[in-house]
């Protein structure tokens, strides 16, 4: 347990060297003081917290000795300017193949400017044709700009890859071989035979089985289909395919459980162990995988010694080394995964089958509740204990808790020896000669076939997963306070209360992570903003109403639709439970909208601002305006070129107002919505002949689809990728025309009547439409 503190400590020290900008010298220093107080102080508290001190202040002071300012001669000095250049290195690294390029990481040796060759230094990506036969260790010469990897709102490339040497890149380059094989021996035969074993693979197994199969036994990505991965990420299953600390744990609990089944314990751990090994070259023997084996090994060669306290210093032991050789493995992510997860692991796996044994003891004999505890506990108590010390990491780095893991992991893992063992055997087999390797592909495909069926099942399941936002250092931070103290203060407080009766520790902290879920359910449905524009085509009733929600968490509601409770019931499912109300409400004068529902935002929903046009005909309209006076909502008239700014480059403009109407857009860098709620024909007119209309993603038809102020020539103008109409079932006028549904031919038509309340949610890049259920026509 010492060790173990220690590690923390240390990894402590690291963090805080990152944040505090000392140089290596000055915590040196600090270091040194810490040692000096230590040997003065031989015992008592005061010793452990110098201790401490000084290995806090090392720690801090190995990451400061990492920042070394870069070289002259290093070639990031030549990103983003502009000049195209000629580098010459050898391939470091396995390349990555994808759709539409192939990625090498090249180290480079030489650069040429203006015709000028010049010794050079440093990692390039360098974005290849994707139909070259690039490999480890080729000599190339790339050509092209140097740039320096960019930033993402919500990931950062750029950090990414500086904490793997890699400060440039060369998006679109010529690349030419110049030579091959100059890499290192062994690395040369490891890549060689992993791509070899990816073309095994393809040959003997169909997709998209062939490409998961790739993904689990060589850690080769990169063919999976979009859909697909997303539906593992969906369920909590990824770490299925990708080759991470959390992967790595599960197969060593596995691997651990199974062949100490088999072989005892003495040789099922070292059985265990060499099948970590195996499994670790297969899938390339890359850094990340390295490292995530050994910690899986120490641990489990520490447990099988019979002490959690020799698991807990092995594991400690290995971040302590790992980080001492680089200290940005602090910020893996697969450093972090397989950390948390083997310390769940360590933690709760034993005392969890302990209590399903105890519990399913009341009702059966022992040796039979032992013997049924065994599968329980190697494919789902295994699972909830790697689980619990690695939820709020997966929420904080992927922004989304998985509703269906508890559920799916328990009934794809057990299939997952199966598909390792045969799929390794296949392509094993295969490499040597391919007929022979067909068999065993036969197989595995089931199991392979079974994985994947079920992950697409749960993934189509209503909410099986849920979208957290943003989750802060301060929650995670929480969660594993809460989980750590029920866990090491647990004893302590039995010992002092000893006649309370208390529930058993694996039962606390299955309600305590039960508990810290559902703050994350709470934080999710309350998380806004979240840095996208929404815009939903409430289904209220009529021509309805639209909510826009902006990336700061501004809301703009337009119109309301003829149901107040209707309208509250949408809008309270959709702002958070601290909003405060709406922050614009805009009344668009449309003639096939009434302004009764406005009354569901009475005590619940206060507006701040209302923007309403010159005149207002329909008398239930007038008043919601009176209404909005006597709440104390600042009333303004609508004129062209309004706007009102919804922060972060957001901002919706009156393109133009009529006497008793308006017409609205919407941007957000590129995308683009056109509302014209309120227009009349008149207003139309104007619009096409001004200039001001723009292509638009999305169009919003005026009066439910009425032909009048819906003509082809503002379809033939906007070009909308996506038309939403909002129209009231059996509506009784006939709409949409048949005039309006045969000009958008070829577009997207989207109806209230068909499909419920339409959303669409854009970063300003990219557009996504949800709605509520499918249309009889789909």
Known sequence: MTLFTLALVWLLGIGLGAQIPLSSPQWLFLAALALAARLLMRRGRS????????????????FQSNLQPPAPDAVRWLNDTGQAVQLTGIVADYPDVRDGYT???????????????????????????????????????AFGRLETPPEFPDF????????QGVHSQMPRAGVARLASGRGNPVLQRVYAYRAHAQAVLRALVPEPEASLLSGILLGIESGIPADLRQAYNTTGTAHIIAISGFNIAIIAGLFGRLFTRWLGARRGTLAALLGIAVYTVLVGAGASVVRAALMAGLALAAQRLGRQGDALAGLGAAAIGMTLANPYTLWDVGFQLSFGATLGLVLYAEPLKAALVRMLSRR?????????????????????????????????YFHR?????????????????????????????????????????????????????????????????????????????????????????????RARWPDVRL????????????????????RAASDHPDGLLRVTVLDVGGAGAVLIQSPTGRSVLIDSGPSPVALAEALGRRLA??????????????????CAGLQGLEGRFPVSRAIVPMGISAPDCREAEAWLVSSGTRLARAATGMAVDLGAGARLEVLSSGEHGLALGLVFNRARFLLPLGADPEMIDEL????????AQALILADSGYAAVNPPELFERVQPLAAVIGVEPDDRRGLPSAEVLEALKGTTVLRTDHHGWIAFHTDGQSLWVEVERMGAEE
Request: aromatic share 12%.
């Open 577 to 594: 439970f601290h909003d405060s109300g709406i922050d614009v409400y805009v009344m668009s004068g449309s003639p096939g909208v009434t």
């Open 503 to 522: 529930p058993s520790l694996p039962a606390s902290a299955g309600l305590g992570a039960l508990a810290i879920a559902c703050a994350f359910a709470w």
């Open 364 to 396: 059966i004999t022992g040796e039979r509740a032992a013997q049924l505890a065994g599968p329980a506990g190697e494919y789902v108590l295994f699972t909830l204990a790697a689980q619990v010390t690695t939820l709020p990491l997966t929420a904080a």
């Open 401 to 493: 808790l998985s509703l269906v893991a508890w559920v799916a992991n328990p009934l794809v893992l057990p299939a997952q020896p199966a598909v390792m063992m045969l799929g390794g055997m296949a392509a094993i087999a295969g490499s040597a000669w391919l007929p022979l390797g067909r068999p065993l592909a036969w197989m595995a495909w089931p199991f392979v076939a079974y994985t994947n069926r079920v992950v697409e099942w749960f993934a189509g399941w209503p909410s099986a997963s849920l979208p957290l936002g943003n989750v802060g250092l301060l929650v995670v931070g929480a969660y594993y306070v809460v989980l750590f103290g029920l866990t090491f203060g647990w004893g302590r407080v």
């Open 156 to 163: 950062s490339y750029r950090e990414y890859l500086a904490r």
């Open 47 to 62: 010793a452990l917290v110098f201790g401490g001190l000084l290995l806090l202040f090392s720690g801090a002071a190995r």
């Open 103 to 141: 990625g090498l990481r090249v180290r480079v040796q030489q650069v040429e400017l203006d015709g000028e060759p010049r010794p050079a230094q440093g990692l390039v990506l360098v974005y290849a044709d994707r139909s070259g036969d690039w490999a480890y260790g080729d000599v190339v010469a």
């Open 688 to 695: 096409l002949h001004s200039g001001r209309l723009v292509a």
